[in-house]
């Protein structure tokens, strides 16, 4: 053999070794991902059954709640049937409907006088007579009204249909 064939040999083995080495530290490299996939995999599956976990206790805890409320409304009833007195029970089913309905016409009203400039107008007529607060604490005061109002009314009627609608239909006359 010629010193050129054996160059070429020795050549061909040096990248081949050299070749199979990048090969196996890339399938080490691979084996290593994959191998980190997995743990990363199992503590989100971990991760996933400790939530599902806490959600069942939350159920099982809300599972009590509504026995609670179903016993509690089953009280209730008994009373009310004890006193037999139907118009109490008319005036408080009346109750959370007329408040919301109230505060709406707060609402309309503390509009409708802000945009037609007579608030404004009483505003201004305060401040000339008062002298315990300043003008920027009647504002703010005003303010406060007429934003506490508006969430109220939202709140109550939000609260009002969403209970009424999450509410179990057997429940749903009182």
């Known amino acids: 053999m010629e010193i050129l064939d054996m160059l070429g040999v020795g050549a061909s083995v040096a990248s081949g070794g050299l ?3 990048v090969g196996s530290a890339f399938g080490a490299w691979m084996k290593a991902k994959q191998k980190a996939a997995e743990i990363q995999e199992r503590i989100a ?42 118009w109490v029970s008319a005036i408080k089913a009346l109750f959370r409907p007329f408040i919301t ?13 802000l945009l037609s400039g007579e608030l404004t107008e009483h505003v201004a007529r305060v401040l000339d007579s008062q002298a315990i607060l300043d003008p920027t604490e009647i504002v703010e005061i005003v ?3 007429i934003y506490s109002t508006v969430f109220s009314a ?12 999450l509410t179990m239909p057997e429940f749903k006359n009182r």
């Open 19 to 21: 070749f199979g080495l």
């Open 45 to 86: 599956d971990r991760n996933h059954e400790k939530e599902m976990f806490r959600l069942q206790m939350e159920g099982k805890s809300q599972d009590g709640s509504w026995t609670a409320l179903e016993t509690s409304l089953r009280a209730e009833q008994s009373t009310n049937l004890a006193t037999n007195y139907k």
């Open 101 to 113: 309905a109230a505060l709406w016409v707060m609402v309309y009203l503390e509009i409708t006088l």
């Open 143 to 145: 303010k406060y009204i």
């Open 154 to 165: 939202t709140t109550a009627t939000t609260w009002w249909f969403g209970e009424r609608s």
